[in-house]
């Protein structure tokens, strides 16, 4: 069982930053892929970042490349969304989820965090 955490969400405006986290506590943190999606009210789930057990393969949405940085510290058990150039399209509630191997949909991954808000202001 993995338990996670997030935290870091907020108010900001368009063409800010924030750095979401997610803070893993359970079975072995290492060994799993760690992902972040997102969700508005009245749509489905959506992939944003993913990071391999390793760090060493990392994918983003194309709505997000260039823009956000996903990266992990074993040694914190955490995961990071570092979110540059907001944009009001970016509003949504923001997940973290844990597999022992997965990618971009959301039915490959196994724990899942109770989310955070994140609102972008025009």
């Known amino acids: 069982q993995v338990q996670l955490v997030e935290s870091g969400g907020g108010l900001v405006q368009a063409g800010g930053s924030l750095r979401l986290s997610c803070a893993a506590s359970?079975?072995?943190?290492?060994?799993?892929?760690m992902g972040w999606f997102r969700q508005v009210p009245g749509k489905e789930r959506e992939f944003v970042a993913g990071?391999?057990?390793?760090?060493?393969?990392?994918y983003y949405a194309d709505s997000v490349k260039g823009r956000f940085t996903i990266s992990r510290d074993s040694a914190k058990n955490t995961v990071y969304l570092q979110m540059n150039s907001l944009k009001p399209e970016d509003t949504a509630v923001y997940y973290c989820?844990?597999?022992?191997?997965?990618?971009?949909?959301?039915?490959?991954?196994?724990?899942w965090g109770q989310g955070t808000q994140v609102t972008v202001s025009s």
């Open positions: 989820a844990a597999s022992a191997s997965a990618r971009t949909r959301s039915y490959e991954y196994d724990y």
């Open positions: 359970g079975r072995t943190f290492s060994s799993y892929d």
């Open positions: 990071i391999s057990w390793s760090g060493g393969i990392i």
